[in-house]
């Protein structure tokens, strides 16, 4: 039972975290539809040229997308025809970073393994999308002509409730069930695995490492995000970098999902050659990075925790009450989850109705019958306003990193808070709550890096060292505080070490 | 179509069941026994780190020893750490700096196989500078602390006459 409990939640926490994502994707892809159209959109992923491989490549890494927000608007280029290579390139290379996440990258002990990722995942791309514009050649769009046609005529007011109409009817539909489907995987795992049954799968000494991950990775789903905190441990106790590839590349990069849409898309047989090419692919990559990209100067941990999310959340003898389930599934979602998850919400209200009153899309007024009023009541072609909002999308994108990475002194401030909330815990034995503080005060020290590195374009030597070094004993912490029975004299010891470092810390950061 | 699905979820099952055969049988309740492994010779301050290099440097020498790869393999870690063990006193960001800069040229030649016994000795000089500004800020803070509490005595009538014999 607790195997089966475990799994829910984990498929639960998947869907909540990729909320966000999914109401964007959702976006794009009805931008693409009625502001873009089947020609712009060809033309914006390259076309049939030999650069449209590149081209999605880098479409995908600046829009905020994971591996269940990009099949609606894989859907929505399938059906105009997109270039079936340039189609996987994106579908691969969109979940994989994006501005966020890139920046979060630059608080590994490595920044230029971040950069090193980003470009094998270009070749990885580009070699996959060639063998699937050979395999899936003859394959064509579904939309008719008409239907084009119809949907660029459609202007003002009528445009915006398409787009809502489309949204609506994907999530209840089509896209929704894909999202459901991706967390299958994460079910599954979370199922089969038991609580930290991972937690010394990837030693970088483990000639099975990347394999290993490599097989865990598949049906994992994992936002952007998530993927690069998971670097970040990785990094830090000094696992196999091999498996850090091939976590990021199949990980981030496909879900159940993503197979299940390319099987009925393409057939068993041209998706069955193309995972087989993406699985060889990113095992070479992941081998032949293992040995070069081993962080030096890290002492191997022996073990990382960063996989625990993939298992199961609840131990074999826990008891299963409904305050242990609702403690256990909270626990990963914050607040962006909450509003992803009302967004989505809302929207799936809305799909429900026009689904049950079968709402259509209203019927076109074509351009040549609008009758322009005023001298300034100008008709702005669509493409216009559909590149502005993909082009502000990602504008939003990038700014938000400011919002995210705030000012050091804001930052501060959080930390300052986490580590009262922290400390005050551990030295009084509230483990949970402890272990809660020190996470947040984890995330917030990186977000301080990333922060100061965007406002003064460099991360001195010594200021990585000291959030290096806090991170370090904030994981002794962490597993001093996971001994049984509690030991609160050795708990002690390591709260001196973080009260003795915090003066400095600050001083680092400040000057 | 449908049944092709299920085949590839299926693969997908078997896939990642096979793949973690290992770990299904490591689940645990606690995680008392994954605390991090402290090597042996982690220095416990920089002058520990210089004089553990200077004693390995020493083993280095022709006939003094004959595990000459495990040796060296401890010199670059011990290179490698130096930044790491600086940085966690309480020096100046500037007194740091020139051993992190040492530290990384020097282990770059040492991964090269170059032989560098005269620049590991000025990296120990460093070493053993930034020790003694730990052990004079040490002293500072336990004669600031003494003061402070002949002041505190000094204030409190009953503990200065308890002192009294």
Do not use: C, M
């Given at each position: 039972m607790v195997e089966i409990v475990g799994g829910f939640i984990r498929a639960g926490q998947g869907f909540a975290a990729a909320a966000a994502t999914l109401m964007v994707g959702l976006l794009i892809a009805a931008l693409f539809r009625y502001y873009l159209g089947p020609a712009n959109t060809k033309r914006l992923f390259?076309?049939?040229?030999?650069?449209s491989l590149p081209q999605s490549w880098l479409l995908g890494m600046l829009l905020p997308v994971c591996s269940i927000g990009v099949i609606p608007i894989l859907r929505e280029l399938k059906r105009i025809g997109v270039r079936p290579g340039a189609l996987t390139a994106f579908a691969l290379s969109a979940?994989?970073?994006?501005p966020l996440s890139l920046l979060y990258g630059?608080?590994?002990?490595?920044?230029?393994v971040v950069i090193a990722f980003a470009l094998l995942s270009l070749l990885v791309v580009t070699i996959l999308g060639l063998v699937w514009d050979r395999v899936a050649?003859?394959?064509?769009?579904?939309?008719?002509l008409e239907s084009e046609a119809e949907e660029e005529g459609i202007i003002g007011i009528g445009r915006l409730w398409a787009v809502a109409l489309m949204i609506g009817r994907e999530l209840i539909g089509p896209s929704g069930a894909y999202a459901v489907v991706a967390t299958v995987g994460l079910f599954v795992l979370g199922s089969v695995?038991?609580?930290?049954?991972?937690?010394?799968?990837?030693?970088?000494?483990?000639?099975w490492a990347p394999a290993t991950m490599a097989a865990v990775a598949i049906p994992v789903y994992a936002t952007p995000m998530l993927t690069i905190s998971q670097l970040g441990m990785m990094f830090q106790h000094a696992n196999a970098p091999g498996a850090a590839l091939a976590l990021l590349l199949l990980g981030t990069g496909v879900n159940v999902a993503t197979l299940v849409w390319m099987t009925k898309n393409f057939g068993l047989r041209a998706t069955s050659i193309w995972f087989v090419a993406l699985v060889g692919l990113v095992l070479s990559c992941s081998y032949a990075v293992n040995r070069p990209l081993l962080p030096v100067g890290v002492e191997p941990a022996?073990?990382?925790?960063?996989?625990?999310?993939?298992?199961?959340?609840?131990?074999?003898?826990a008891d299963l009450g409904w305050r242990d389930f609702w403690s256990a599934f909270t626990r990963g979602i914050g607040l962006s989850e909450v509003v992803g998850l009302v967004g989505l919400g809302v929207i799936g209200l809305f799909g429900l109705i026009i689904r049950f009153w079968r709402v259509e899309v209203p019927v076109a007024d074509s351009v040549?019958?609008?009758?322009?009023?005023?001298?300034?009541?100008v008709i702005v072609p669509a493409p216009v306003l559909g590149g502005v909002l993909i082009v502000g999308l990602i504008a939003l994108s990038v700014v938000s990193s400011f919002a995210y990475y705030p000012e050091a002194s804001e930052s501060l401030e959080e930390i300052r808070v986490a580590r009262v909330e922290a400390l005050t815990a551990a030295t009084s034995g509230n483990i949970d709550h402890a272990k809660q503080w020190i996470e947040v005060w984890d995330q917030w020290s990186r977000r301080l890096e990333v922060g100061v590195f965007l406002r003064t374009g460099e991360l001195r030597p010594y200021q990585r060292m000291q959030g290096y070094l806090l991170r370090k004993k904030l994981e002794s912490l962490e597993h001093e505080l996971e001994h049984d029975p509690f030991e609160p004299e050795e708990v002690r010891s390591v709260v001196q070490q973080l009260l003795r470092m915090q003066g400095r810390y600050i001083r680092a950061f400040r000057e | 179509m449908i049944r092709n699905e299920w085949i590839a979820i299926s693969f997908l099952c078997i896939t990642a069941a096979l793949g973690c055969g290992k770990g299904?049988?490591?689940?645990?309740?606690?995680?008392?026994?994954l605390d991090h492994v402290i090597p042996?010779?982690?220095?416990?301050?920089p002058g520990d780190a210089a004089n553990k290099l200077r004693e390995r440097l020493r083993q280095?020498?022709?006939?003094?020893?004959?595990?000459l790869n495990s040796t060296e393999r401890e010199i670059l870690e011990l290179v490698q750490w130096a930044p790491e063990i600086c940085a966690d006193?309480?020096?100046e960001e500037a007194t740091w700096l020139p051993v992190y800069e040492a530290s990384e040229k020097l282990a770059k030649r040492l991964l090269g196989d170059e032989v560098v016994g005269d620049e590991i000795e000025t990296l120990c000089r460093l070493l053993d500078d930034v020790q003694k500004i730990v052990d004079t800020q040490e002293m500072e803070i336990a004669r600031e602390a003494e003061d402070e509490l002949g002041n505190l005595d000094a204030s409190n009538p009953e503990i200065a006459n308890e002192e009294q014999p």
């Open positions: 390259g076309g049939e040229s030999l650069r979940p994989l970073f994006n630059l608080t590994l002990s490595r920044p230029i050649r003859g394959h064509k769009a579904i939309s008719s695995l038991p609580h930290g049954a991972l937690q010394a799968s990837v030693e970088q000494n483990d000639t022996g073990h990382t925790h960063a996989f625990d999310i993939y298992t199961n959340p609840l131990i074999a003898s040549a019958q609008v009758t322009v009023r005023h001298r300034f009541d | 299904a049988t490591a689940g645990r309740d606690s995680l008392h026994e042996e010779h982690w220095p416990s301050d280095l020498e022709p006939g003094k020893s004959d595990q006193t309480d020096i």
